[in-house]
């Protein structure tokens, strides 16, 4: 069956962008199906850097076409401008990119009320994109969608019942200004004609994809410890980036799915906030933050940065189905002397072997290490495996030891011919 999915099994920003791409050049079909502008998946090509948001990282191949599913949430503002980038590239964007009829939209009074909750007790650490708000409007039943963009009717219908909602919620809960909804539905109203050659039925054109044997790649944005029923809640987005929401996110069956790449940095990396047992406080997080530009691709905030958590990996491995590892950024382990993998939890004096969910547990944990001498050469220019340090070999065949699963890809810089596929 031709759907892999492609997953971040950390914390997000594991290079998805980059292998997506990568792999893309024999894809047919690359789709969204969670997440928003919250994503910022980065694409090397050459010497030029583009940062995509809510586009797939299969665009910049001809033969690939893109799409937004139904279980994205859209901002038609960032989807406009991302759209205008693509095309200032001289990238032909029409007839190439589908977006969902049914996904839901992301209005300002979403990222406004994103940003006012951060002002509160329990500080998630969000994107400020408001994809937590419009979430909570899809399960509320009252979110609006691309559909309603295409009847302006409608749409100011809906804007009203919202806005009027929100505002009561602004300026008797939060004390905050009220939002003005005729400015609202007419800058709305505007998309209409933007977004409609875009617009489709997603799941029904990719289950036609699937009859005639194409290849999809699901791209997922985030990773699976910041998933909302699987990662560390309440420090988690709100969306399901776990292998099980590409079926729902893109209404595909579970049948359809072949394979499921987990992406996984070297180290690891987390941005936001929420517990994060291996994270470095010193210098040697500093090195990783410096050698592996760790700074957000979406709000440039500082990552924080730590040793791979072998703990939290087996943990994705099991709720991704995991077949297989593509283990990015290891150059940036270059000019380590040691490097170190933490292979379990101490927790009141026991060993905790398996990943626990509940932040009152994983914050209190501490990682035990297992330490590895680095291979103190530049390996970004090697392209076969048997090429790299005996112990970069070593450091990689350990992690697939302790993990169980195949390291299928490695990539050791940014660039697409930066990777070594055994
Ligand atoms: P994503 O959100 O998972 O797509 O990842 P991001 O794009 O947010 O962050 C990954 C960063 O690492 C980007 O700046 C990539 O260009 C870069 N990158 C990806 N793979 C490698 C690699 O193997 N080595 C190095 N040095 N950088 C990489
Ligand atoms: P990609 O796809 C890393 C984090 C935020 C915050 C939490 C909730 O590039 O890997 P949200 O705005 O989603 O409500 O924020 O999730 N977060 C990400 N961290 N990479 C991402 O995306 C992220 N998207 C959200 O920092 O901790
Ligand atoms: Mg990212």
Redesign the pocket.
């Known amino acids: 069956m031709p759907v892999t999915i492609i997953v971040?099994a950390q914390w997000?920003?594991?290079?998805?962008?980059?292998i997506v791409d990568m792999l893309s050049d024999e894809i047919d079909i690359v789709a969204r199906y969670q997440g928003g502008a919250n994503?910022?998946?980065?694409v090397?090509i050459g010497e030029k850097?583009y940062v995509l948001h809510l586009i797939p990282s299969g665009i910049f191949h001809k033969q690939t076409t893109c799409v937004i599913g139904n279980g994205v949430v859209i901002d038609p503002v960032a989807l406009m401008d991302e759209i205008a980038m693509i095309k200032s590239f001289g990238i032909k964007i029409e007839g190439r990119l589908f977006i969902s009829h049914n996904a839901h939209l992301i209005m300002p009074y979403h990222k406004l009320l994103d940003n006012i909750r951060e002002q509160g007790t329990t500080k998630i650490g969000t994107t400020g994109r408001g994809i937590g708000p419009s979430y909570i409007d899809k399960y509320m039943r009252t979110g609006i969608r691309v559909v309603d963009l295409l009847d302006r009717k409608v749409l100011a219908e809906k804007l009203k019942q919202n806005i009027e909602e929100k505002n009561q919620l602004l300026s008797k809960v939060y004390g905050s200004a009220e939002i003005d909804l005729e400015k609202i539905i007419q800058e709305y109203q505007e998309f209409d004609k933007k977004i409609d050659p875009f617009v489709t039925d997603t799941a029904a054109y990719l289950n036609n994809a699937l009859k005639k044997k194409k290849k999809i790649l699901a791209e997922g944005a985030q990773g699976a410890l910041l998933d909302v029923d699987h990662g560390t809640y309440p420090f988690v987005t709100s969306s399901n980036p776990t292998s099980g929401g590409a079926c729902t996110g893109l209404g595909i069956p579970p049948t359809s799915v072949k394979k499921v790449i987990g992406?996984a940095k070297a180290y690891s990396t987390r941005v936001g906030n929420g517990p994060y047992p291996s994270e470095l406080h010193d210098s040697t997080g500093e090195q990783l933050r410096k050698l592996?530009?760790e700074y957000g691709?979406t709000t440039g905030r500082p990552r924080r940065c730590g040793w791979l958590d072998m703990v939290a990996l087996k943990y994705s491995i099991m709720v991704n189905g995991i077949n297989e590892i593509a283990l990015?950024?290891?150059?940036?382990l270059d000019t380590f002397d040691e490097i170190k993998i933490c292979t379990a939890y101490k927790v009141n004096g026991k060993i905790l072997k398996n990943f626990p969910t509940d932040v009152q547990t994983l914050e209190h944990v501490e990682p035990v290490y297992q330490t590895y001498k680095g291979w103190k050469e530049n390996i970004s220019d090697r392209k076969k495996f048997k090429q790299l340090p005996k112990q970069t070999a070593k450091y990689i065949e350990t992690i697939e030891k302790l993990s169980g699963t195949k390291i299928s890809i490695v990539?050791?810089?940014?660039r697409r011919d930066?990777t070594i596929v055994r």
């Open positions: 971040g997000g920003d594991e290079g998805k962008g980059k994503a910022g998946h980065t090397c850097e992406i592996g530009h691709a990015t950024k290891l150059d940036v990539s050791v810089g940014a930066q």
